[in-house]
Nanobody
Framework: QVQLVESGGGLVQAGGSLRLSCAAS????????MGWFRQAPGKEREFVAA????????YYADSVKGRFSISRDNAKITTYLQMNSLKPEDTAVYYC???????????????????WGQGTRVTVSS
């Protein structure tokens, strides 16, 4: 069993930055792919970013490319999402998720993830 706990959300002005963290428990964390998703009020959950277990491959939604960066520290069993140049449309609850399938090709589908955190709220004011 893996438990995920997000932190780092908050209120920020447009153009500002935040860094979200996702702390995991479990000895096999280093073999899991990790993803970040978000859900805005009244909208469906959407993919934001993902990273392979080795950290060598990363994936981003078009809406955040060039502004967000995903990384992981397997020694600290933590995944990060650095968010820069934030926009009001980035306002959402952000969730991290873990996928046990090390070699899954599609990391953008939330249905492929096995474990989810409780979410952390990000609000970007204009």
């Amino acid at each position: 069993q893996v438990q995920l706990v997000e932190s780092g959300g908050g209120l920020v002005q447009a153009g500002g930055s935040l860094r979200l963290s996702c702390a995991a428990s479990g000895r096999t964390f280093s073999m899991y792919s990790m993803g970040w998703f978000r859900q805005a009020p009244g909208k469906e959950r959407e993919f934001v970013a993902a990273i392979r277990w080795s950290g060598g491959r990363t994936y981003y939604a078009d809406s955040v490319k060039g502004r967000f960066s995903i990384s992981r520290d397997n020694a600290k069993i933590t995944t990060y999402l650095q968010m820069n140049s934030l926009k009001p449309e980035d306002t959402a609850v952000y969730y991290c998720a873990a996928d046990r399938d090390t070699y899954r090709s599609d990391l953008t589908d939330g249905g492929n993830y096995d474990y989810w955190g409780q979410g952390t709220r990000v609000t970007v004011s204009s």
